[in-house]
C-alpha cells in the first residue's frame, strides 16, 4: 500500500532471505527456523499499519473459526479422505462425507478462507485439497488442543482487560487467584484442581495439548541436546535401582522418548509420576514404573540418577518451585544424584515469540512466568540446589538445566 522505498532494515531481512533459502536448499541445519523468523519479520515491515490490524483481527480470528466450526463436523476429516493424491476434490463432495450433513455452500467458503489464509490447497474451480496441516487437524491430539485453546481458554483472554482493570494493573501474584479464577469464578481452586473438580474433560485436552507440543522439537536426550550418555549413563552405579524419575510427567512422552532413544544402555528403573487420572493416561512401555505422587510432597524413589521436571518450574511461583524441590532433595544421594529442569531459559534481550507468548499464557492460566538465568540460579540455591552446567540444543529455545545438592 506504501509507495516508500523500502527501508535499510527491510532490504536486509531480503538479503537474509536469499541467504537463508540458498542454506535450507542445500540442507544446512537451522535454515528452516532462521528462514521462518526471518520471513515473519519482513511481513511485518512490509505490511502497511492497517494491514496489520485486518489481518490480525480479522482474517486470523475468521481463520480460527472456520477451523474450529470444522472440528464440529469432521471436515478435516472428508477432506483427507476424498482429496486423493494432491488433485483436491469438489466442495459438494467434501461436503457429502462430513458429519452432521453441513450445506455444501458453507463448506466452500469455509474452504475458501482456509486456502486464502494457506491451511488448504486450492488446486482448481472450488476444488480443494489437504495439506499437512489439515491431515493433522484430524489426529486427537490436535482437536483436543483446538478445543482446549478455542472453546475454553480463549475466555481467559478475554477476560484479560476487566481483570488488570480491577486489579490496578498488577500481574497476578498467585496460582490460585488469578486471571484464571477471575474468568472461570474458582478464587483458591489452581487450574488443575479446577479442571480435577469441575472440568475433567478439559484436563484430558490440556494433557494431548502438553503431548502436542512436544512434537517436532528437538527433544531433550537428542545428542545435540544434552548429553545423557556422558552426564547420566555413564555415571551409574551398581546398587541404583532407579535411574530416573520423571516428576510431573503427563502421560509420558519424554521418559518413553528417553526409553525408546537408549533401548539397552540404561540400567535401573524409570518411573513416571503425576497426578493418578494423568497417569492412568498414559501408553507407556510396561517396563516404566507408573507412579501417582503428588510433587509438593516428599518423592517416594530414593537415590535415583536423575529426577527431570519438563516445564514444571515455569508453571509455579518461586515459592511453590522451592517447596517442589526441597521435596526431592531429601531423596537425592550427594555427589551422584541430578535434578533435570527442562525450560525456558529466558535470554536478556531478544527473547522468541514462543517464549513471550507462552511466558503471558503462564500468567494467565497459572499466575506464573519464564525466567531467566539469573532467575534460575537464585530459585535453586533457596532450594539446596546447583547449576553444574546449561544445555541448549542449536534449534530450540528451552534448555536443560542440570542441577546437584549445593
Not at 14 to 42: F, H, I, W, Y
Not at 222 to 245: C, H, K, N, W
Not at 276 to 296: G, R, Y
Not at 329 to 355: C, E, F, H, R, T
Request: hydrophobic share 35%.
Amino acid at each position: 500500500m506504501s509507495t516508500d522505498p523500502p527501508s535499510k532494515e527491510t532490504l536486509d531481512l531480503l538479503d537474509s532471505v536469499t541467504s537463508l533459502s540458498d542454506a535450507l536448499k542445500s540442507g544446512q541445519q537451522g535454515a528452516r527456523e532462521g528462514l521462518l523468523d526471518v520471513c515473519t519479520k519482513l511481513v511485518s515491515h512490509l505490511s502497511h499499519p492497517s494491514e496489520q490490524l485486518l489481518r490480525l483481527y480479522w482474517a486470523q480470528p475468521t481463520h480460527l473459526a472456520v477451523i474450529r466450526l470444522g472440528i464440529d463436523f469432521k471436515l478435516f476429516h472428508a477432506l483427507k479422505h476424498v482429496s486423493g493424491q494432491g488433485e483436491g476434490a469438489t466442495t459438494a463432495d467434501i461436503a457429502s462425507h462430513c458429519s452432521g450433513n453441513p450445506d455444501p455452500e458453507l463448506v466452500a467458503r469455509m474452504l475458501r478462507h482456509l486456502a486464502a489464509m494457506g491451511t488448504v490447497r486450492e488446486t482448481g474451480p472450488n476444488t480443494f485439497a489437504s495439506t499437512a496441516m489439515t491431515n493433522a487437524y484430524t489426529e486427537t491430539a490436535y482437536e483436543d488442543s483446538i478445543l482446549f485453546l478455542v472453546d475454553f481458554f480463549q475466555n481467559v483472554h478475554q477476560s484479560t482487560p476487566a481483570y488488570f482493570r480491577e486489579n490496578g494493573f498488577q500481574p497476578p501474584k498467585s496460582g490460585v487467584d488469578g486471571l484464571y479464577q477471575y474468568t472461570f469464578n474458582c478464587k483458591g481452586s489452581h487450574l488443575f484442581e479446577h479442571f480435577e473438580k469441575s472440568v475433567p474433560e478439559q484436563g484430558k485436552r490440556f494433557a494431548s495439548m502438553m503431548d502436542l507440543w512436544s512434537q517436532g522439537r528437538p527433544r531433550w536426550f537428542d545428542p545435540e541436546f544434552y548429553p545423557v550418555q556422558e552426564r547420566l549413563i555413564a555415571g551409574v552405579t551398581q546398587d541404583s535401582e532407579f535411574f530416573l524419575v520423571d516428576v510431573g510427567g503427563g502421560t509420558g512422552h519424554d521418559i518413553e522418548g528417553l526409553k525408546q532413544a537408549f533401548p539397552s544402555d540404561i540400567s535401573g528403573k524409570l518411573v513416571l509420576q503425576d497426578r493418578p487420572e494423568i497417569v492412568e493416561l498414559a501408553q507407556v512401555d510396561s517396563s516404566i514404573v507408573k507412579q501417582p505422587h503428588d510433587f509438593l510432597t516428599e518423592q517416594p524413589v530414593k537415590g535415583a540418577r536423575a529426577y527431570f521436571l519438563h516445564s514444571i518450574i515455569q508453571d509455579w511461583s518461586d515459592e511453590v518451585n522451592t517447596q517442589i524441590l526441597k521435596s526431592i532433595v531429601p531423596a537425592m544421594k550427594k555427589g551422584y544424584s541430578k535434578v533435570l529442569i527442562n525450560d525456558y531459559v529466558v535470554p536478556d534481550q531478544g527473547a522468541k515469540w514462543p517464549q513471550t507468548a507462552l511466558d503471558w499464557e503462564l500468567m494467565a492460566s497459572l499466575g506464573s512466568r519464564h525466567r531467566t538465568q539469573a532467575d534460575h540460579e537464585k530459585l535453586y540455591k533457596g532450594a539446596g540446589l546447583k547449576i553444574n552446567g546449561i544445555w541448549r540444543h542449536p534449534h530450540s529455545l528451552d534448555s536443560v538445566i542440570e542441577l546437584e545438592l549445593a
